[in-house]
């Protein structure tokens, strides 16, 4: 079945709100945490530096040096999944928990995706540590405007 961009965008919209709405995507999607989520911190400098190593090694390839994602990221590939997203404030990683975040890094895309969405995001639970983890996602959140910073730890709180 081929979905629409905006048929897409709907149904990650949907997912958000059950998302938010729902408590927390560990209740909707996640019988049990992946590992040791932590703080993401965008405020830790050393933190963020290390991410950024994480992120140019690990990440970048895909998401790009400048965090900009594939061109077409809206645009469904004839397998069924979507190019990645961007990492920066045009992208929707920011509408996101820490939690959620950690989790489609260390256990893949499809193992927290909503039904019938297909994602192509990796795993990468072999390669990275989760210090390695909450570091990348800790630079990619330092390199969102404040508002969105306030905004995504709205949405941590809100899902517990």
């Known amino acids: 079945m ?8 709907i149904l990650a919209a949907g997912a958000a709100i059950v998302i938010v709405v ?3 995507y560990m ?4 019988p049990k945490p ?14 963020v530096a290390e991410g950024e190593t994480v992120y140019n090694k690990s990440c970048a390839k895909c998401h790009g040096v400048d965090l900009k994602g594939k061109p077409n990221w809206r645009q469904q590939k004839p ?14 990683s920011w509408h ?11 256990l893949g895309g499809q193992a927290v995706a909503p039904p019938g969405f297909k994602s ?11 210090k390695q983890i909450r570091a990348a996602l800790s630079y990619i959140k330092s ?16 899902a517990g």
Do not use: C, Y
């Open 96 to 106: 996101h928990p820490d939690r959620m975040l950690f989790d489609v890094v260390k």
């Open 120 to 130: 192509a995001m990796p795993a990468f639970a072999n390669k990275l540590s989760d």
């Open 2 to 9: 081929k979905i629409s961009g905006t048929t897409a965008l």
């Open 27 to 30: 209740s909707a999607f996640s």
């Open 22 to 24: 729902g408590g927390g």
């Open 34 to 47: 992946a590992g040791n989520a932590g703080n993401m911190d965008s405020g830790n400098a050393i933190l």
């Open 79 to 92: 397998d069924g999944a979507f190019p990645p997203p961007p990492q920066d404030e045009t992208g929707h």
């Open 143 to 158: 390199r969102w405007p404040k508002v969105i910073r306030i905004r995504q730890e709205r949405i941590n709180r809100q």
